[in-house]
């Protein structure tokens, strides 16, 4: 090993424990920072030329998550969020109805939008409902991350890993939603199951307490004009359209329309999510160069086995393994250059991304849904790393375990 390679595999492990790790006292970088540290470091050091770091960085990802989050912006400014949160309280009739309406809820809108911007704008505005219902939080607050989590594997711009999925593999929009969309709907189901069972009795004594809302009425011309260009970008997905250049596309046609002022909306789009992925995507280069995970997957391939399902089986537990412990985005951006390899890479890829989305409710920290929501309810609600995990841990496995089935049965 040359001290380049050398140099390559030490800024690599130094971000990944920046990006995975709490913040330290001596240097208290958030994960945008620490991996932006990296890239710099790659640079710096000489172990990518500048060229080869503005060549790493895939522009598809940053331009499709930004125009998803334009539309997602304006929908938060009609009052969309808060409109949904409301309806919930007020169509439940009962706690158990409220868990099954939350749940379908969060996971559809992830579906259609990334995750986590779902769990940043419909966090608050849960914990103020239930709040105010006079309800026990944490069943909620679990269904509320774990849908948006198990929702969003049914689309490719439902979370960052799906994302970059679709530019890496190039399928098809529709394609992936007709295999991913059936898993998403099981997963959905024996999550709400286990919760609905995990606090039957929480659940049984409860109450809905209705009280006046004061929910903000929605602006109707604005919501009609976001709703209806989120509409037509998800035609244009589906008739095959370039995925970040129609979703830019809907952002861009709903600043020229809406006649709001353009710099309240840029306020409200998570560009630390950008700069995140820039920079990792440098870093990772900095590593893919090495020949590192070139070799690494030498050394795991004959795991995996020969046949088809059983290489899906034993990528569906690696990944599920690898986005715990390095974090779903980097192990994505590192094993995806192994699919190309592997008996039937379309599979493969859906596999990786079933496993790397159902993968984040397995722990509190498996994903940044999950800390999102939680940190929203501080002051009202304090999850444990044990009171997230005890329902997680067999969500995670047996999503992964039906929706595995559901997808090798469908191909």
Not at 23 to 48: D, E, S, Y
Request: glycine share 8%.
């Amino acid at each position: 090993m040359n001290p380049r390679e050398l140099l390559a595999i030490v800024i690599f492990v130094v971000t990944y424990l920046l990006i995975s790790g709490r913040r330290l006292k001596i240097l208290p970088l958030n994960r945008p920072a620490a991996a932006l540290l990296g890239a710099v470091l790659m640079v710096a050091t000489g172990v990518l030329t500048p060229d080869e770091a503005y060549a790493a960085v895939d522009y598809n990802t940053l331009v499709l998550l930004l125009g998803m989050m334009l539309i997602c912006a304006y929908l938060n400014l009609a009052g969309f969020f808060e409109w949904a949160a409301d309806w919930v309280l007020r169509v439940a009739r009962t706690p158990a109805q409220l868990l099954f309406y939350l749940t379908l809820t969060s996971g559809t809108l992830s579906a259609l939008l990334v995750n986590d911007t779902i769990c940043l704008m419909l966090a608050p505005l849960v914990v103020a409902v239930m709040v105010r219902g006079r309800l026990p939080l944490l069943p909620y607050l679990l269904s509320l991350a774990m849908s948006a989590n198990t929702g969003s594997v049914a689309t490719l711009v439902g979370n960052p890993q799906n994302v970059i999925i679709g530019q890496l593999s190039g399928m098809p929009f529709l394609l992936f939603a007709v295999r991913l969309a059936p898993v998403a709907v099981v997963g959905l189901t024996i999550q709400y199951t286990l919760l609905r069972l995990g606090f039957r009795r929480v659940l049984a004594t409860a109450v809905i307490h209705r009280t006046p809302t004061s929910c903000r009425r929605p602006d109707g011309r604005l919501l009609a004009m976001s709703l209806g260009v989120l509409a037509a970008v998800f035609a244009g997905f589906i008739a095959g359209l370039h995925l970040a250049w129609t979703a830019l596309a809907g952002g861009t046609l709903l600043m020229v329309i809406a006649r709001r002022d353009t710099h309240e909306v840029l306020k409200l789009v998570d560009w630390h999510l950008l700069v995140f992925f820039a920079a990792l995507f440098v870093v990772v280069e900095g590593l893919n160069g090495t020949g590192l995970t070139g070799k690494l997957h030498a050394q795991c391939s004959p795991l995996f086995g020969a046949s088809v399902p059983t290489q899906a089986w034993n990528l569906a537990w690696f990944s599920m393994a690898g986005s715990n412990i390095f974090s779903n985005v980097p192990f994505v951006l590192v094993a995806g250059k192994w699919i190309g390899r592997f008996a039937d890479p379309t599979l493969m890829w859906q596999v990786m991304a079933l496993a790397t989305t159902f993968a984040g409710n397995l722990t509190l920290l498996g994903s940044v849904a999950n800390i999102i929501v939680v940190e929203q309810a501080r002051g009202h609600c304090e999850v444990g790393f044990w009171d997230y995990a005890k329902f997680g841990i067999p969500v995670a496995l047996l999503t992964t375990a039906a929706g595995l089935a559901v997808l090798l049965a469908l191909h």
